[in-house]
């Protein structure tokens, strides 16, 4: 289904600079289980890395060849059920922001200060 952001993003995003990812993930995703092919080091900061492609195309519905997993089954399952007790785990962001606001106003701080977010 496609919800209002998809929309406005499918229409309306600017992907120029992201050209040669778009076209690998195409022929090669998700970005997320393999070593990145953009960066010999860390990438300069966590949105800019390849993973961050992957929500962003897979909304967009960009058609894509998927890569052959490279673990089992029961390794999968294993790392859904690590993922899900963590997701059941989190705070919801109404939640979330507040105590960040309180506790470590260091990190927004950061986080608004960097020219990348």
Known sequence: ???????????????????????HFCEQSPFSYRPSLFYT?????????DHSYDPLLLGQQV??????????PQEWQRQVMILRYLADRA???????????????DLLEAFVQEPES
Do not use: C, K
Request: hydrophobic share 45%; no cysteine; proline share 12%.
């Open 41 to 49: 080091v860390l990438p300069p900061d966590f949105f800019s890395d």
């Open 1 to 23: 289904m496609q919800t209002p952001l998809w929309q406005a993003a499918n229409h309306e995003a600017n992907i120029s600079g992201a050209e040669a990812r778009v076209a």
């Open 63 to 72: 058609l894509a060849q998927y890569v052959q997993p490279v673990e089992s």
């Open 91 to 105: 705070l919801p962001q109404q939640e979330a922001l507040p105590w960040l606001t309180l506790q470590r106003p």
